[in-house]
């Protein structure tokens, strides 16, 4: 067979069809595949809706490999990123760090406590680490932070607006709020909506709805929702073991110390492999140690010891 002649066959073989008609997708015939799994195409709604019988078994099968392939893909980092100062990657550990009222960082407390220190010996204004600006000295200018904020679209304070109206027991408010966090990619705002999902606050209880937004955060890199992930299908009914603990896994490599210690229980239960586990192991350590500092140790010995007045300023 010439070259020329193998050349035709793969350009052949590379042709889609139509699975439904079986329309050739040449010339100005554009076919388009099917959204939730990509297998097959088709030349039109029709097609599509006429072959549904058939493709649909198939269909959500390999939805549900794609959903798993991307679910347990181990994210680079966290959800909650660096801190904008020092750049260094938060903890995990939300009382490690702040949300400041005036600008919506999340600063570490290595560099809010640094930043205090430095204005306490020079006699300096109390400013922002981050903005240099005054915080805010009333809920009323708080408020007027918090809601200009959210018209630019910030998803921190559309969360923390939530959050607030949760506490307050506006939950139909604190729904709306959460809701468009996670349009924005907020894993924490998925956490809440979860949490409202399953015990049935502001919305009716559904549970899919929670699993959805629970693996959403988790594939944002939220080791809240993948040590809850963990959990629930540990614990499900039927119990799903090996799933339960790729999700500790995924956790402990992001420095979750729930997730390890999970991880562990299921190694002395026979569930884990020796070097599976030492991998993690190794793995968590180092996403921990990416999270110290000088400045963030000296906080966190003065918050031990209550030898600062900063620690007893309040941070929304």
């Not at 590379?14 to 040449?26: K, L």
Request: aromatic share 8%; net charge neutral; charged share 30%.
């Amino acid at each position: 067979m010439s070259s020329k002649t193998e050349a035709v066959d793969v350009e052949a073989d590379e042709i889609m069809y139509c699975a439904s008609c079986g329309t050739a997708g040449v010339d100005n015939i554009k076919l388009k595949k099917c959204n939730a799994c990509n297998l097959v195409r088709y030349c039109g709604v029709k097609c599509q809706r006429e072959h549904w019988r058939q493709h649909k078994g198939a269909c959500k099968k390999r939805a549900a490999e794609l959903r798993d392939e991307l679910l347990f893909r181990q994210p680079e980092h966290g959800d909650l990123g660096d801190c904008p100062i020092c750049l260094l990657p938060l903890s995990h550990d939300f009382d490690k760090s702040s949300i400041q009222s005036c600008c919506y960082k999340l600063i570490c407390n290595g560099c809010a406590y640094a930043s205090f220190l430095h204005e306490d010996e020079g006699s300096l204004e109390d400013l922002c680490p981050f903005c240099r600006q005054p915080y805010p000295e009333s809920e009323e200018e708080i408020e007027k932070n918090v809601m200009s904020r959210i018209e630019a679209n910030d998803p921190i304070a559309m969360r923390q607006m939530g959050v607030k109206c949760y506490t307050l027991g506006n939950f139909r408010g604190s729904i709306e709020y959460l809701t468009k966090a996670t349009k924005l990619g907020d894993a924490e705002a998925h956490c809440q909506l979860a949490n409202s999902y399953m015990i049935g606050q502001g919305v009716a209880v559904d549970m899919k709805k929670a699993f959805y937004h629970f693996e959403e955060a988790a594939i944002l890199g939220s080791v809240t929702a993948r040590y809850a992930l963990g959990v629930i299908k540990e614990s499900g009914r039927g119990g799903k073991t090996e799933k339960a603990v790729k999700h500790f896994i995924i956790g402990a490599n992001l420095g979750c110390d729930k997730s390890l210690k999970c991880l562990k229980e299921a190694y002395a239960k026979g569930l884990v492999k020796k070097e599976d586990l030492a991998a993690a192991l190794r793995t968590h350590q180092a996403a921990v140690d990416a999270t110290k500092s000088p400045q963030r140790d000296a906080a966190e010995l003065a918050e031990k010891n209550e030898e600062s007045t900063f620690f007893k300023k309040e941070f929304i």
